[in-house]
C-alpha cells in the first residue's frame, strides 16, 4: 500500500479553517458599540442672523447611521427645509449641514437641532444639541448694516428700502 495524500483529510482540515475564519468574523462584527454620537453646531456662532446663513456642524461616532438638523419657529412648527435621518457612515467635524436663506422667514426666534444615531441606536445627552437664533432681516442702525449689508449705488432707484449704502456717486457731467 502505497503513502498518498489523504483527500479527506486535507478537506477537513480546510474546511475547519474556513469556519473558525467565519466565526471569528462573525464574533468581531457581534461586538456591541456602547458610545453614542457626539455632536455640535459650530455655526453660526451669533444668537442673531439675517440673510443667507451657513449652518455648520460635526457628528462624531465610529459606527455613525444618520444625522438630523430641525429647525423649528416660535410655535415649534417645523421649517420645510429641515433636513431628517439623513444617511452618513462617516464622522465629519465643522461641514456646511445648510445654506439657510432667512430672508424667506419671518423674524423672530428658531430653534435649531441637531441629533445623530449610530448603527447600534446609541444617544445620549451629547447626541442632540440645540440652538436659538433670533433671525433679524430689519436693517435699522449703522451696526446693523454689517456682514455685507454696505453697498455701493450709483443709481437713486432702490431694490430694498432696508440697503445700506456706504457712499452715493453723483453723475458729475449733470450740469454740462
Known amino acids: 500500500m502505497s503513502k ?17 475564519l467565519f466565526l ?10 456602547l458610545s453614542a454620537p457626539d455632536v455640535q453646531i459650530t455655526s453660526p456662532i451669533d444668537s442673531e442672523v439675517s440673510g443667507v446663513v451657513d449652518i455648520r456642524g460635526s457628528v462624531i461616532d465610529e459606527n455613525l447611521s ?40 419671518p423674524d423672530g426666534l428658531y430653534a435649531i437641532t441637531l441629533s445623530a444615531t449610530d448603527d447600534f441606536g446609541n444617544v445620549d445627552q451629547g447626541s442632540t444639541v440645540e440652538k436659538i437664533f433670533e433671525v433679524n432681516n430689519n436693517v435699522d442702525t449703522v451696526i446693523d448694516c454689517r456682514n455685507g449689508g454696505w453697498m455701493t449705488s450709483t443709481d437713486l432707484l432702490f431694490t430694498n428700502q432696508g440697503d ?12 454740462k
Open 4 to 20: 498518498g495524500i489523504n483527500m479527506k483529510k486535507i478537506l477537513f482540515i480546510i474546511s475547519g479553517v474556513i469556519a473558525s
Open 24 to 33: 471569528t468574523s462573525v464574533t468581531a462584527s457581534a461586538v456591541e458599540d
Open 66 to 105: 444618520s444625522y438630523s438638523l430641525i429647525i423649528r419657529n416660535d410655535n415649534g412648527d417645523i421649517e420645510n427645509i429641515s433636513l431628517i435621518n439623513v444617511p452618513q457612515e462617516t464622522s465629519f467635524v465643522d461641514q456646511s449641514l445648510l445654506s439657510w436663506n432667512t430672508k424667506l422667514y
Open 164 to 175: 445700506c449704502i456706504s457712499f452715493f456717486r453723483a453723475n458729475i457731467n449733470a450740469n
